[in-house]
């Protein structure tokens, strides 16, 4: 497939479902693979999907170009580790168009990190300008416990990469009971130092990840923040993001704090994404099985995107309210069977 989608089509309406939320943000997985094996995530011996089931990296052009299209604004590409899959520069790079004509305000990443000391650069170049990385804990040994084949000294270079390319970095921590409590004071100077702003994440029960007990990780963001609390003053930011995440700021640093806090609160009322796996299924919510096959209509009709349009508006209208996940009575409720990386975190 060569045409290349570019700009939104005459007279394509906004993409807005059920309950009024107008959709501007698609978060796309580009690969369900991963060089970490993070416990929360996966199980050590994970099963990945044969590559003909993954869309192309033309596909992932056309499918991204289509939302534009229809008027999503903000595109968070993510895994699977993002910068794992080969020739992925060539699909930023392709996105540029959309930065370039006004179509796209933001197009940004969450990784791992650990190749970012290669690709910063290109990033850079591509016009990204944020980025997320996930960082646990500042212990090598802990980090190798935590992501089992990640090291920690590639991924700080990576940070430090991506800093000296230009790219503002925002640190998430998956808060993990016992884990890494001990490091919430020293994560938080060590954000601050390099100005990095930090968004902490609950637990979230998605796939089997072998012998890990969910409630054994839970450490509710609660707990975490008046902790926080202790030592900084916290002023709330009105600042929403549409999606799951509240912020204060810490006068004493300056720096943003985010928690993103599924379990203890509900943010779907403000709900403005969607997620879009590698093999082409939209998911309307995080939270819920419900999903499409845009995959189908697309390769149906190369060059022709008016019946993947159609199946987008098809599944907005099916977005539910929100989601179910509860832990409240002491068992995981609401559970996934798919991993975070299928569907992007
Ligand atoms: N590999 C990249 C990374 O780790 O940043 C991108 C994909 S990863 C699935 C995206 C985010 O989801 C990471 O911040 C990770 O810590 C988080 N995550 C993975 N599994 C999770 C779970 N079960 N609950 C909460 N967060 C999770
Ligand atoms: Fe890989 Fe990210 Fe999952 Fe860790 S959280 S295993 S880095 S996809």
Partial sequence: MDQKVSAPRAGSA???DPFQRAISYLRVSVTDRCDFRCVYCMSENMTFLPKAQLLTLEELD???STFIGMGVEKLRITGGEPLVRKG???FFDA????LDSGALRELTLTTNGSQLEKFAPDLAAAGVRRINVSLDTLDDTKFAQITRWGRLPQVIRGIDAAQK???RVK???VALKGFNEDELFSLTQWCATRDMDLTFIEVMPMGDIGNEDRLDQYWPLRDLRARLAERFTLTDLAERSGGPARYVRLEETGQKIGFITPLTHNFCESC???RLTCTGELYMCLGQEDMADLRAPLRANPGDTAALEEAIRAAIRLKPKGHDFDYSRQVVDGKMSR???HTGG
């Fill in 62 to 64: 056309t499918m991204c």
């Fill in 95 to 98: 996105m540029t168009r959309h």
């Fill in 165 to 167: 390319a230009g790219l």
């Fill in 272 to 274: 403005n994404r969607v």
């Fill in 88 to 90: 992925i520069m060539t």
């Fill in 14 to 16: 906004p993409l807005i």
């Fill in 339 to 341: 991993h975070m990386s």
């Fill in 171 to 173: 640190i998430n921590v």
